[in-house]
């Protein structure tokens, strides 16, 4: 008898004699499954899928299984797929990321900055390169802005801020926030697209006071600024699509503990070899420190 039988038989609201009589298997069969002990196999892929099903819940659903492979693999052997056939049995599917739609506008009476990051999206350390970007969130007060901005060496969301009117005065206090926590050198590459909240004579004059070079996306080409967007549908998907916020305010306490606790301390991402960007700048640093 095999173990799905024995599930039936067990676990079916029906009395053990019709469930036999439909298997075609005798009642003591089913009598001394149930007294058997489980055997190595399926104890072992009992311990995986608890395994599997606590860090899924960690995460609250947001991992798919290369993610949770990483993790559970830290603590046993085991191939990306057992951790994928454990999340089929149990039924464990990941949010799924949706389509990008286009906040910002250019101004047409702007020059644009050229684009001098050419999709070159990996840096070997902090705060060399920045990718900027703003998005909209509906709340039942109406629509919020979220700018942010990335580094692309450690994928850190190193600013941040929520408005409810997308502007230049929000781009800034995001720009701003990553200044102060972070104090960049002199030739950083600051990235974004070439919308109006960037492309303003006083946000081009801040990155000209820090010393930041500035570099926009071409027309309408969205892969220009790839991890930015990223970033944002990550958000979108891990945080807001399944919330409805009263206002900015509730908004705003949302993304602070979801970038500050979780995105930036405790989500592991794929590009920087499944590490926080918390322990990979720690990371970082401690080679720094070895190498002087």
């Known amino acids: 008898m095999t173990a799905d039988m024995h599930h039936i038989a067990t676990e079916a609201n029906a009395p053990v004699a019709a469930v036999c009589r439909v298997l075609r298997v005798p009642r003591s069969t089913v009598y001394a499954r149930r007294g058997r002990k489980p055997s190595t196999r399926e104890r072992k892929r009992r311990e995986l899928d608890v395994a599997v099903r606590a860090v899924f819940g960690k995460h609250r659903g947001r ?30 599917v990941a949010a799924r990321p949706k389509r990008f739609r286009r906040t910002t506008e ?22 060399q390169a920045w990718v900027g970007d703003i998005t909209a969130i509906w709340t039942q007060a109406g629509w919020a802005y979220l700018a942010l901005l990335v580094d692309l060496c450690t994928r850190r969301i190193v ?17 701003e926030q990553a200044v102060a926590r972070h104090v960049p050198p002199p030739g950083l590459l600051h990235h974004t697209d070439r919308g109006s909240t960037y492309t303003a004579d006083a946000y081009r004059a801040r990155l000209r006071a820090h010393d930041m070079v500035c570099s926009m996306s071409r027309t309408g080409n969205c892969w220009d600024n790839a991890v930015a967007e990223s970033t944002i549908g990550t958000i979108k998907r891990e945080l807001t ?11 705003n306490t949302a993304l602070f503990s979801y970038i500050e606790a ?31």
Request: proline residues 6%.
């Open 241 to 251: 699509d399944d919330l409805m916020f009263e206002d900015r305010h509730d908004l």
């Open 262 to 292: 979780y995105y930036n301390r405790l989500r592991i991402h794929s590009t920087i070899g499944y590490r926080t960007p918390a322990h990979y700048e720690q990371l970082l640093a401690a080679q720094e420190s070895c190498a002087a």
């Open 159 to 175: 600013g941040w801020a929520v408005s409810s009117s997308c502007d230049t005065n929000l781009a800034l206090r995001a720009l």
């Open 106 to 127: 250019a101004d047409p009476s702007k020059v644009p900055a050229p684009n001098l990051l050419q999709r070159n999206f990996h840096r070997d350390r902090p705060n």
């Open 63 to 92: 991992y798919g299984s290369p993610r949770v492979h990483q993790e559970v693999r830290r603590e046993r052997p085991v191939s990306r797929t057992s951790i994928a056939a454990s999340m089929r049995r149990q039924r464990l």
